[in-house]
């Protein structure tokens, strides 16, 4: 049996990635838990029978990284995908550190069918961060057309004057 862990206090996003990851050909047997309480709780008792957990970062009882991070305390990172609305690059640069499967937005402009095929891969168990893999390149610097220019010109040895 492949078991999953919804944590996720919205009902209509729980009941919207129950239904798909349901149609996975994994055959799995899904909980959900609405609050950081009762997912911790599910995880203590039994934390060898989740083979994947999916988790809301604002749920009852948890905010940031607070529930993520027991989480990974607890040696459970690798089988975890966040699956939030926060849109914090910094929680997602942690995650990839922390070992995590995943980060996913609910949100943000993410179309659903993107997220759809999001879910597909992480069922697959594959890692799935949208942004980009690795820490080194979700921390590099965004910078504009010109500053990029200015930079160019810069390394071929031109000063600023």
Sequence with gaps: ????????????????????????????????????????????????????????LNVPGAHGLSLASELARMGLAARTCILTGAERPEFEIQAVEMGFQGYLLKGGGTSVSTLEEDLSRIVAGERVFRRCGTAEQLAAPHLTKRQAQCLGLAATGLTSK
């Design 1 to 56: 049996m492949f078991h999953v862990l919804i944590v996720e206090d919205h009902s209509l996003v729980a009941e919207a990635a129950a239904h798909k990851i349901s149609n996975s050909p994994r055959s799995p047997v899904i909980e959900v838990c609405a609050t950081a309480d009762d997912a911790l709780s599910a995880l203590r008792s039994t934390p060898e029978k989740w083979q994947l957990i999916l988790l809301d």
